[in-house]
């Protein structure tokens, strides 16, 4: 966490008291904990947008990868004159 040994914590209390005084530092203390939760709650929120940002843009390389070899199938089998192709043997044995 924040690596601080009871000692410290104990002079940060005492400082606290000593500056806000007893009667405010039970409320400096829950405005304390909201920081750190809102704090905590913008990181997860942060990291989980990276993480989402980040599996769109593999989605987009893989989408494009997909594109490319459709064109190169599209490529291989295009059929120059499809009238040919409906007249060839393969075709009307397919078509029977």
Known sequence: MLDIGFSEL??????AVLVLGPDKLPEAMKDF??????MKKMWS??????TRELEMEE??????????EIKKL?????????VDALNSRDMKDLLK
């Open 10 to 15: 104990l002079v940060v209390i005492v400082l």
């Open 74 to 82: 599209q490529n291989e089998t295009k059929i120059d004159n499809p």
């Open 59 to 68: 989605m987009k390389d893989e989408v494009a990868k997909y594109k490319e």
């Open 33 to 38: 904990a909201r920081l750190i939760k809102k």
């Open 45 to 50: 929120d942060a990291t989980a947008d990276i």
